[in-house]
């Protein structure tokens, strides 16, 4: 995610009213605001920044799903964290220096991640920590008598988070797996995904493995890719072949020299080039422009194929493979 300083405002000062240990390296937040107030509503799907400091001092956000039943005014928002060793240390710095009664700084809720209104039926699929969006679903789901089925796998019960308010709220609506940390014993995900039909939505957020799996399951399966919903909040990170790249606004008759390590939406914007933007990683499609001349390398994970035949690319995360590129903009 490149970051701007505009990112770190609109944010909201809330307190923590609880902090605990919930699953092997999983630590649950609960967070309100500060004077006790309702919190800003949201729907399933939807997450907030938290404002994390790294290692080397430097601030930062970091996505996290809310997980909590959503709620028009809630009075807390629930996230969960997987402390990740090998992360780039927000995981770290909420495990280790956050604890209850801290006040810490969130963005509103944002929802790239959505339920669509007018399925007629979801599955609905979570691995590990990716539980935390799909559990806001099966909360919304029920709540509206919404027929649904929840598929959750973990290495073991230790692992799995959450595991006490679904076995209660969801009853046979939802199946739990323990799979050793092998995938081929866990969800049978051509059984669960079923037949495609117009009305019948998935919804998958776990390890990136699941994820893939599940896309080609359904695809595989003839599904629509429309009706396959997943997020990746992980941006991804520069390739080692990544060159330098001219990039040419057609509308706003401005060329840039965009570094190799440098997001061509941060070039763009830079040299005055207004752009539509909003998670910067490659997830939302807000920054989606065409291209005119010249052949993308899209990093993305929301353009759909068809979108990606119309020429479209995703500016914040995605380059090119070719030394120019012209853009409808
Ligand atoms: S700003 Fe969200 S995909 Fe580019």
Not at 171 to 179: M, S, T, W
Not at 276 to 300: F, N, Q, Y
Request: aromatic share 6%; hydrophobic share 40%; with cysteine.
């Amino acid at each position: 995610m490149s970051e701007r300083k505009e990112d770190f405002e609109n944010l909201m000062r809330v307190r923590v009213a609880a902090a605990r240990h919930i699953a092997t390296d999983v630590r649950r937040f609960d967070l309100e605001s500060e004077g006790g107030a309702p919190l800003p509503g949201f729907h399933a799907g939807a997450h907030v920044d938290i404002v994390v400091h790294l290692p080397d001092r430097t601030r930062a956000l970091r996505a996290y799903s809310l997980c909590n039943a959503p709620s028009e005014k809630p009075e807390r928002y629930t996230v969960a964290v997987l402390y990740e060793a090998d992360g780039t240390g927000g995981s770290m710095f909420l495990h280790e220096s956050i604890r209850a009664g801290y006040v810490i700084d969130i963005s509103p809720p944002r929802n790239y991640f959505e339920l669509v209104e007018d399925a007629e039926y979801s599955v609905l699929i979570a691995g590990g920590i990716g539980i935390t969006p799909i559990l806001a679903m099966a909360h919304e789901l029920a709540a509206e008598q919404k027929p649904f089925e929840l598929h959750y796998a973990a290495k073991s019960p230790e692992d799995m988070a959450f595991r006490d308010t679904i076995e209660p709220n969801f009853g046979e609506q939802a199946r739990l797996y323990f799979d050793g940390g092998d995938p081929a014993k866990g969800i049978d995900l051509g059984a669960v995904l079923g037949p495609p039909s117009p009305g019948r939505h998935a919804y998958v957020c776990g390890p990136k493995g699941m994820i893939d799996a599940v896309r080609a399951t359904a695809e595989a399966a003839g599904w629509d890719e429309a009706n396959v919903h997943f997020e990746v909040f992980t941006p991804p990170a520069p390739l080692s072949g990544d060159a330098p790249v001219e990039v040419v606004a057609a509308k706003s008759g401005i060329t840039v020299q965009v570094a190799k390590d440098q997001p061509i939406l941060d070039a763009l914007e830079d040299a005055g080039v207004i752009c539509d933007s909003d998670c910067r990683m490659g997830i939302c499609g807000t920054c989606a422009v065409k291209v005119l001349e010249g052949e993308p390398a899209h990093r993305d994970n929301v353009l759909l194929k068809s979108e990606r035949a119309e020429g479209m690319m995703c500016t914040c995360v995605s380059r090119a493979t070719t030394p120019r590129l012209v853009l409808d903009i």
